[in-house]
């Protein structure tokens, strides 16, 4: 093979990988443009200028919803809570109120159990009460399980002698402030409003629905 061979044999294999080269390079800036991490070969996100909107019809509500939410009393957390200790604490019967508009209305124990158990009831960030007050009973806790209706109707003084005013319930949560280290005399009492229970003469209480709060500022 003389020189003049061996030369266009050499150079068509060079022209034919800087060809590759390009092409390669070509196909890349084309797909990733003129980066490392090749964004643009990741799928393209649509993204629309307000939020989708759920279509009208798919939203389905169970039957009755609508009447129990047209149906609530509307009464301060500490009210509702004090006139269950007076009409007995009881854990099964529907107990009696007045709400704030004058009405006549009734709930039962499944309407007080948020108001011990769930956070941001109180004032928002607050904790359950029952995050300390719990069966543990550590120092934190004061001797003081609010956990289940047993344990609470275990402590005798945790009702007193069936008055709201005697009652613990009413020390700790009106005569000792509630903050997000605990009890403070210092701090005024908190009170949210709810929208629970049932007007009395409307059908049955839906003591099983969590109330709702109004927290106050």
Do not use: K
């Amino acid at each position: 093979m003389n020189d003049d061979t061996r030369g266009l044999i050499y150079g068509t294999i060079a022209f034919f990988l800087v060809g590759l080269v390009i092409w390669l390079g070509f196909v890349y800036i084309s797909a990733c443009g003129f980066t490392l991490n090749c964004l643009q070969g990741a799928p393209l996100v649509v993204r629309t200028p307000i939020p989708t909107l759920i279509p009208f019809g798919e939203v389905e509500r169970e039957p009755g919803n609508t009447e129990v939410d047209f149906n609530r009393c509307q009464i301060g957390a500490v009210q509702l809570i004090g006139a269950w200790v007076e009409a007995g604490h009881s854990d099964t019967e529907a107990f009696p109120f007045t709400d704030s508009n004058g009405q006549d209305c009734e709930a039962t124990y499944e309407d007080i159990q948020p108001l011990l158990r769930e956070n941001s009831v109180w004032y928002p960030g607050s904790l359950g009460c029952t995050s300390c007050h719990n069966a543990d009973l550590t120092d934190r806790s004061g001797g003081l399980d609010l956990s289940t209706y047993e344990a609470m109707s275990a402590n005798a003084a945790l009702f007193g002698d069936g008055s709201w005013e005697g009652s613990l319930l009413h020390e700790v949560l009106v005569n000792q402030g509630l903050t997000a280290e605990g009890h403070s005399p210092d701090v005024e009492p908190r009170n949210p409003v709810l929208y629970v229970g049932q007007v009395i003469g409307d059908g049955e209480t839906e003591g099983t629905a969590t109330p709702e709060v109004t927290p106050t500022p």
